[in-house]
């Protein structure tokens, strides 16, 4: 079976454009969640969507959005570039989503952004 | 904010070696797994461990959860070329959808 699937792999954007990513989670995975990790960090939560409804949002500004789409793929979108937005970002997905706590995540391979 | 704590940064050990890494949190948890991460690129799943455990092996890995310190360990037997990576310990809590993420521990592994 295919993993989850990111794109695009790499992209190099200019101060105040506009970029979106996409995610593709493993198939039957209903959860997908967004992280950022800047160089040399962690990954750092952004969103994470069940069944096309957000179920959480980590600390970012509202330049950054996302969506969930009828067949579990996701897009994430942040508007107004800052050279700080230049990380990579990873999608992750899960079979369900546990009120107990979020269970096994299947992360892709990443979009390297970089914001010039 | 990260909210576990990866102890050393860096390790670098001879082919063969243990390598054992820690990692510390804050506040009660439902689970804490551990990734590993070659070349900054994907989150490979290692092992999860749920916080009624207090032991689990897979493989050439084994982890350790003391909920009471608030700590994990993980360690790698039998290190191998293959195993150079940084590798993060990541806390799930109860009610919360999200995994929060130490800075991690670089290993190098040296043939």
């Known amino acids: 079976d295919a993993g989850v699937t990111q794109s695009p792999t790499h992209l190099i954007k200019t101060r105040g454009q506009h970029v979106t990513l996409r995610c593709s989670p493993i198939s039957g995975h209903k959860s997908v969640s967004w992280y950022q990790q800047v160089l040399g960090q962690g990954p750092q939560f952004i969103f994470q969507?069940?069944?096309?409804?957000?179920?959480g949002r980590g600390n970012f500004p509202d330049r950054f959005s996302a969506r969930q789409f009828p067949n579990y793929s996701s897009e994430l979108n942040v508007n107004a570039l800052l050279l700080g937005d230049s990380a990579l970002y990873l999608c992750a997905s899960s079979l369900v989503l546990r009120e107990s706590g979020t269970d096994t995540q299947y992360f892709g391979p990443g979009t390297r952004l970089t914001v010039l | 904010s990260q909210q576990g704590e990866e102890d050393p940064q860096a390790l670098s050990i001879q082919e063969g070696e243990n390598a054992t890494m820690n990692c510390s949190y804050k506040t009660s948890i439902n689970n804490l797994q551990w990734y590993r991460q070659n070349s900054g690129r994907g989150l490979v799943h290692l092992i999860l461990i749920r916080s009624n455990e207090r032991e689990k092996h897979s493989g050439r890995l084994r982890v350790t959860l003391d909920t009471s310190k608030k700590s994990s360990s993980l360690l790698i037997t039998a290190s191998r070329a293959a195993d150079t990576a940084s590798y993060f310990c990541?806390?799930?809590?109860?009610?919360?959808?999200?995994?929060?993420f130490g800075a991690g521990t670089t290993v190098t592994v040296r043939a």
């Open positions: 990541a806390t799930a809590y109860r009610g919360d959808y999200k995994l929060s």
């Open positions: 969507y069940y069944e096309k409804e957000e179920r």
